[in-house]
DNA sequence: TATTAGCACTCCAAATCGATGAGTGCTAAC
DNA sequence: GTTAGCACTCATCGATTTGGAGTGCTAATA
């Protein structure tokens, strides 16, 4: 990479911040004026022509001022992320309710957090794939419905009704429920596998078929949790606050890939892979896999409840977003959610 | 009302049919050229010029064709509606695959309706208030964790962990399952009322105070399903299609009222109070009670599953919707998911 | 040699102007 | 009652103009 003097390093953050500020194209004369560098505008467009060869920031059109590239936010997001380390953050708490159910919790989450920062926001339920079975309860609801409920650590319960043509008496039921508790307990998804649930069927015995349904069904009531990613989203319309986003076109594009949800999903598991250690990783244009955010930087921020289990929240806004507010509030909120549902 | 003459009434009716399949105004010359009554531009003129006064239709700007006003629209839904008893529709299936849960099905509808209508489209779960408590089941998750669940008519299943200081016995945990199911069995959420529940607290005797816990959850349990009136959208961002909402203004309120859903939700539970008999509704512009709807046309239909359980489909659309379509879609989903429902 | 002042040049954005054409209302004739 | 004819209105579109912000280059300066 080439290194740049110190002097072209602040002209440089000052574009960047100025533009940040303003969303407007930046002139050299606005820089000789708010600048601490006592410096002519003339000096500013020799140094700025430079840091355009340098690719650092671009003209839209001949004659009108810079605006910072993709290179230059990232530059200017990396010395963020450095300064990051030793500084103390000190925005005020996030309030947030403290709410029994996991959903409303996450679900209030995007509000806060769009609303603070008055961006896009998402947010991934923790992924079970790692989380381990913890409690399996069948009963009778009626004649020809069997009512399976599974507790996961973290006290996640997923339930299933359960239809079977003849009814199941109270002694098979109480049987199958031993059975099932004894050998799934503490098991990831992972390790429920097709071995497992053909030796199950075994022990179970005379009620083979009926036990077959059931036991796939509660295998399959797992693995649910485990496809479908849940995500919530809030904030989605802030993109018209942005007007450099807001033309219908891009708009729409943008807006439904927030509806659809499932290319947010994917974004997602690609992120919570590829994990830096920080926590926080930011994506500035065409860095985010998503096609309809290329004009967009991406923000997210990996919470974590311990044993592997893992979630995701991000922020999408326009390439100029306030970096650094943003990832203060990440970071602050994945603590805090982090340890909000390891309590749980 | 005042009566319209037939060829006023044909007028008006050429009018707005031209209207929703061009959606720019329409002029005399158009309607004289355009229409089996061999009349000219110049009579034509008169006669609208007589249904402005009417209040039938509007100029956008004098020297500009005319459009349908709200009560245009309603003359034309009117007809429709009429026509309708006599007519077989002769749409082809909507394909709705079968899936076990509601909620994907019902995530499903939104989105082939949107798909199919090319509106913003709305679905509301069934409303429990009516339903009632099938089976309750208490069970030691651990031992300072009692899994509840609920499950109401139409299996549908509600569940909750509870927090308990003292470990509960099994006897007790017995004893409380036996009360529940024989006291809760067959009620409805408004018939749990305060007294049931001291009365349920006398007798549990000596756990009281755990018990009371418990109740109390319960209840909460089933009322939460009652409150939050599950919403599933589709479609939100079909509106840019209509370049009458389309400025960024508009189609952002419109959004986000979409991605809120809690004035769709008061819409809805309005809709299923004031039903008709036919079970089709439409609210044209400012008929419509949500105040970033005015410029639309919203028409609904309350699906069925018998018992009082009812749930609403919705289509948001452009005044000059095709509301032969949009009804006729709509007609035939409300049945289809009534018996697909009722099934499971 | 680095910095600066000055000036010509570029280009966008907003304003202005006129032409076009669709559509009306009115009047007078049929 | 219907129609032809005509003057008038008004939104839309394109072309033109203008103003201003900003650049690049050159020559002068420290």
Same mark, same amino acid.
């Given at each position: /990479?080439?290194?740049?003097?110190?002097?072209?390093?602040?002209?440089?953050?000052?574009?960047?911040?100025?533009?940040?500020?303003?969303?407007?194209?930046?002139?050299?004369?606005?820089?000789?004026?708010?600048?601490?560098?006592?410096?002519?505008?003339?000096?500013?467009?020799?140094?700025?022509?430079?840091?355009?060869?340098?690719?650092?920031?671009?003209?839209?059109?001949?004659?009108?001022?810079?605006?910072?590239?993709? #290179?230059?936010?990232?530059?200017?997001?990396?010395? +963020?992320?450095? *300064?990051?380390?030793?500084?103390?953050?000190?925005?005020?708490?996030?309030?947030?309710?403290?709410? *029994?159910?996991?959903?409303?919790?996450?679900?209030?989450?995007?509000?806060?957090?769009?609303?603070?920062?008055?961006?896009?926001? /998402?947010?991934?339920?923790?992924?079970?794939? #790692?989380?381990?079975?913890?409690?399996?309860?069948?009963?009778?609801?009626?004649?020809?419905?069997?009512?399976?409920?599974?507790?996961?650590?973290?006290?996640?319960? %997923?339930?299933?009704?359960?239809?079977?043509?003849?009814? +199941?008496?109270?002694?098979?039921?109480?049987?199958?429920?031993?059975?099932?508790?004894?050998?799934?307990?503490?098991?990831?998804?992972?390790?429920?596998?097709?071995?497992?649930?053909? /030796?199950?069927? *075994?022990?179970?015995?005379?009620?083979?078929?009926?036990?077959?349904?059931?036991?796939?069904?509660?295998?399959?009531?797992? %693995?649910?949790?485990?496809?479908?990613?849940?995500?919530?989203?809030?904030?989605?319309?802030?993109?018209?606050?942005?007007? *450099?986003?807001?033309?219908?076109? #891009?708009?729409?594009?943008?807006?439904?890939?927030?509806?659809? %949800?499932?290319?947010?999903?994917?974004?997602?598991?690609?992120?919570?892979?590829?994990?830096?250690?920080?926590?926080?990783?930011?994506?500035?244009?065409?860095?985010?896999?998503?096609?309809?955010? #290329?004009?967009?930087?991406?923000?997210?921020?990996?919470?974590?409840?311990?044993?592997?289990?893992?979630?995701?929240?991000?922020?999408?806004?326009?390439?100029? /977003?306030?970096?650094?507010?943003?990832?203060?509030?990440?970071?602050?909120?994945?603590?805090?959610?982090?340890?909000?549902?390891?309590?749980?």
């Amino acid at each position: /990479m080439d290194a740049l003097d110190e002097r072209k390093e602040k002209i440089l953050y000052a574009i960047i911040q100025n533009y940040l500020e303003t969303g407007e194209p930046v002139g050299s004369r606005t820089i000789s004026k708010n600048s601490e560098l006592n410096l002519s505008s003339a000096t500013i467009r020799n140094e700025m022509s430079d840091l355009e060869e340098l690719g650092y920031i671009v003209q839209p059109h001949t004659s009108a001022g810079r605006i910072p590239s993709d #290179k230059g936010y990232r530059f200017y997001v990396d010395r +963020l992320m450095a *300064e990051k380390d030793q500084e103390v953050s000190d925005i005020k708490e996030l309030m947030i309710e403290k709410t *029994e159910k996991m959903e409303k919790l996450l679900k209030q989450v995007v509000k806060v957090l769009a609303n603070n920062t008055q961006y896009a926001t /998402m947010i991934s339920a923790p992924a079970l794939s #790692k989380s381990s079975v913890k409690f399996v309860q069948l009963s009778a609801v009626d004649e020809h419905h069997i009512l399976s409920v599974v507790v996961m650590n973290g006290n996640l319960v %997923k339930n299933k009704i359960i239809e079977v043509e003849k009814p +199941l008496d109270n002694e098979n039921l109480l049987k199958l429920n031993m059975l099932l508790n004894t050998n799934l307990n503490g098991l990831t998804v992972s390790q429920i596998n097709l071995g497992l649930i053909t /030796m199950l069927k *075994e022990q179970a015995g005379i009620h083979e078929d009926i036990i077959a349904q059931v036991l796939n069904t509660v295998a399959e009531t797992i %693995k649910d949790s485990d496809e479908g990613l849940e995500i919530y989203t809030s904030g989605a319309t802030n993109i018209f606050k942005y007007p *450099e986003l807001a033309d219908s076109q #891009k708009a729409s594009e943008f807006i439904s890939t927030f509806e659809e %949800k499932e290319e947010l999903a994917s974004l997602i598991s690609d992120i919570e892979d590829g994990e830096t250690g920080t926590g926080i990783q930011v994506y500035i244009g065409d860095e985010s896999p998503i096609e309809t955010m #290329k004009d967009c930087s991406v923000v997210t921020a990996t919470y974590d409840l311990g044993e592997g289990i893992k979630g995701t929240i991000g922020i999408i806004g326009p390439k100029r /977003m306030d970096y650094k507010k943003v990832m203060d509030n990440l970071s602050q909120l994945k603590d805090q959610l982090g340890s909000i549902l390891k309590k749980e």
